[in-house]
């Protein structure tokens, strides 16, 4: 079946860039998707790429994908202390129901002066 | 900007009360859905939702729930029986006709 798993934490400085990674397993994925959730808040959406582009790019936001290893990266440039937040990557594929987005469990990113 | 509103955004509850959790999605969208996300766990889908019919539903939309578009702006999930394992976070999701998924701020649902 469909997964998709990040790495939990990510602690960088203020002014830094900040790359967020995640890798599925879903080879038939069609849109790749990054959201953001602050504290107490709902899923806010960043960005999302379809799956025959290598690269999405949106003011600071830069998406990557490599879909030969299946791999989704999100480049934060110039991070800010409002950026502090949980960011999850998701598929929307065909296999698993084209109706339905599969999340990973999210990458808590903590922006320090 | 348009946005999906949900209602209450906290919901408590005594095991085995019938609860229902109130969507609001945006407006011109065709395609609704349930996600839950249990503390500290995943964001898992539970049901999607179009043309007035579920089009796909997880292991996890059971018997004990249902959902409803009774009057054509409102999206509603309900459960029948809540348990203590139904206590999470539960957001609703529309999208039109692009790809773009928009997400509300969740109803947090704890059951006791």
């Known amino acids: 079946g469909e997964d998709v798993e990040q790495s939990l934490f990510l602690s960088v400085r203020e002014g830094d860039s900040s790359v967020i990674n995640c890798t599925y397993t879903d080879s038939s994925s069609t849109y790749l998707y990054w959201y953001k959730q602050e504290p107490g808040a709902g899923l806010q959406l960043l960005t999302y790429i379809f799956s025959n582009m290598d690269m999405k790019q949106d003011q600071r936001l830069t998406v990557l994908l490599n879909k030969k290893d299946k791999h989704l990266s999100l480049r934060i440039a110039d991070t800010q202390t409002g950026d502090s937040a949980i960011y999850f990557c998701?598929?929307?594929?065909?296999?698993?129901?084209?109706?339905?987005?599969?999340f990973g469990a999210g990458t808590r990113l903590a922006v320090h002066p | 900007e348009p946005e999906v509103t949900q209602t209450p955004s906290h919901q408590v509850t005594q095991m085995g009360q019938e609860v229902i959790l109130r969507c609001v999605p945006i407006?011109?969208?065709?395609?609704f859905y349930w996600y839950r996300q249990i503390l500290g766990q995943k964001v898992e889908f539970l049901v999607s939702f179009y043309n007035n019919e579920i089009s796909e539903k997880s292991e996890i939309f059971d018997d004990q729930f249902s959902v409803e578009r009774p009057d054509g702006s409102n999206f509603t999930l309900k459960i029948r029986s809540t348990k203590l394992e139904d206590s999470a976070m539960y957001f609703c999701?529309?999208?039109?006709?692009?790809?773009?998924?928009?997400f509300g701020p969740g109803t947090r649902l704890t059951v006791l």
């Open positions: 999701a529309s999208r039109g006709t692009d790809n773009e998924q928009f």
């Open positions: 407006s011109n969208h065709l395609y």
């Open positions: 998701a598929e929307r594929s065909f296999s698993g129901g084209y109706n339905k987005l599969i």
